[in-house]
């Protein structure tokens, strides 16, 4: 018997109280409250949110960073499940990336050389790499925990899903804070940001999602 065999027998056999699927949503809902109470009660939005909205700058970050939580979000749901195929889910996290890029691209197109640099290096770098990972933490557990209820194959990157599926959440919040609105400052800081989350949970996973 093949060793994807004998798991998908196990996991057939073993008793389930509740499934990957629903504890991933539970989980889901109880990361984006925890997340939301934290930003709220702590962070809140920047101080010309009124105008900011009126920004497409500003409103294509959340394009990004939601597409970023609902890509990772789909292979988290498949990666706890052993022998499930991850490619096509896997190949949708391309779409964040391609995103920013085009972003990046035609705000390379329309500004001025000369101010590129300052707007990579923004104003807030700082707090962005504060933030984000900071923001991450409850989700981070809420959907390590929830993971505890799939088996697997490589626990590590499912650790590493998680990570990415809580900063995307996380720079959701961030970005209504977040007075760079350039996407030269987003695909420079977002992703150091998001990095540490990631490594953190790819960590945890390893030692968390074992069995």
């Known amino acids: 018997m093949k060793t994807k065999d004998l798991i998908k027998l196990l996991s057939q ?24 109470t934290v930003f709220f009660g ?6 010309d949110i009124d105008t900011a909205v009126e920004s497409v700058r ?8 939601i597409a970023l939580a609902i890509t990772a979000g789909m292979v988290l749901f498949r990666i706890g499940r052993p022998g499930a195929s991850l490619r096509l889910c896997a190949r949708a996290l391309c779409l964040p990336v391609i995103l920013i890029a ?28 504060t933030i984000i990972p ?6 981070l557990a809420c959907f390590l925990h929830a993971m505890r209820h799939g088996a697997p194959e490589r626990p590590g990157l499912a650790g590493a899903v998680a990570g990415l599926v809580s900063s995307g959440l ?17 695909i420079l800081w977002y992703p150091l940001a998001i990095a ?16």
């Open 196 to 211: 540490p989350v990631c490594a953190v949970g790819a960590l945890l996973g390893r030692k968390m999602l074992k069995w």
């Open 42 to 47: 702590f962070i809140g939005f920047r101080a």
């Open 58 to 65: 500003f409103l294509f970050k959340f394009v990004i960073t």
């Open 102 to 129: 085009g972003a990046v691209s035609l705000e390379l197109l329309v500004m001025p050389s000369a101010t590129w640099g300052a707007r990579m290096i923004g104003h807030n770098a700082t707090l962005c790499l």
């Open 13 to 36: 056999d073993a008793p389930v109280r509740i499934s990957l699927n629903q504890a991933l949503a539970h989980s889901a809902i109880a990361a984006t409250i925890m997340a939301g």
């Open 134 to 139: 900071s923001l991450s933490a409850f989700p």
């Open 170 to 186: 996380a720079a959701t919040f961030y970005a209504a804070n977040c007075n760079d609105d350039s996407p030269l400052f987003v």
